[in-house]
């Protein structure tokens, strides 16, 4: 009798030590033809030491969009607040619109705009839901590095990519160099070998780069190429994607270390250190 019942009680306590601590529901409205957020954002959370701690949930609305233009990214936007009226009924802690060009497009300021609009949103499902932009997380991510100088690689074609520039400029942040990888089929940029930036990056014109965006584009994976990047350069790297995290992560108020996110994300990376954050 005596040693089942500590059979029981140490499985009690087994379950309890298991059991997470914090469960966070994160919700993510993506184009339709997007394949990356809602792979490489639970890959870096996977990531986290303590997994007991910790239990997120992702649930995801679409808005139509296949080809990367004005048009159609215009006609994107159009479909925002039905997805995060969507979103508002699986009651969701945080959300995130991930599309940073489609933002970015609409000109400075529309980050700010839109996010208000649909804090509002997705607060009828939880009055205590908080709403994020990718566009509005890079701004923020990058500052956080103490970065007011960038360089960037892009799978849009040239002239959004300088809409994405001047948005960043007029946020204060200053683009050293840019390249724009001119690919207009969004399946396409998913599709690509996210370590093909590694050897992208070293086209690039770091001599006065405070941190390195190597992907500012939510579909474009880059996840496997940015600790590569940032130990061969030795700048703080990011992406669209990993901006978007921290921000997630920073309004869920959880204070987590990432391996192999970056200095954004991974408080103990090589690069953070020597650069004292």
């Known amino acids: 009798m005596n040693q089942m019942h500590h059979i029981q009680s140490a499985s009690k306590a087994s379950l309890v030590r298991m059991r997470p601590a914090s469960r966070h529901r994160i919700g993510l409205v993506v184009p339709s033809s997007n394949t990356t957020m809602e792979t490489e954002l639970p890959e870096l959370l996977d990531r986290i030491e303590d997994q007991n701690a910790y239990r997120f949930t992702f649930h995801s609305s679409r808005m139509r969009m296949k080809t990367v233009s004005p048009e159609e990214l215009l006609a994107m936007n159009a479909q925002a607040d039905r997805c995060v009226e969507e979103l508002s009924d699986a009651a969701v802690d945080v959300a995130a619109y991930a599309c940073l060009v489609a933002v970015m497009s609409q000109g400075p300021g529309h980050a700010i705009r839109l996010g208000d609009r649909l804090t509002t949103l997705v607060r009828k499902g939880n009055p205590a839901a908080q709403m994020v932009t990718s566009a509005g997380a890079l701004i923020d991510g990058i500052k956080s590095l103490d970065a007011s100088r960038v360089a960037l690689i892009t799978p849009y074609m040239k002239p959004l990519t300088q809409l994405v520039i001047n948005c960043l400029e007029d946020a204060g942040i200053e683009v050293v160099d ?26 690039l014109d770091l001599s006065r780069a405070d941190a390195l965006v190597l992907s500012a584009c939510v579909q474009m994976p880059s996840l496997e190429a940015i600790p590569v990047v940032e130990n061969e350069h030795r700048l703080p790297v990011l992406s669209a994607a990993t901006a978007t995290l921290r921000s997630i992560l920073d309004k869920l ?10 200095s954004l994300l991974e408080t103990n990376s090589a690069v953070a250190k020597e650069r004292g954050q």
């Open 253 to 262: 108020k959880l204070d987590v270390s990432i391996p192999g996110g970056g």
């Open 178 to 203: 840019s390249i724009s990888l001119e690919i207009a089929d969004n399946l396409e940029v998913g599709r690509r070998n996210p370590l093909d930036l590694v050897e992208i990056a070293r086209d």
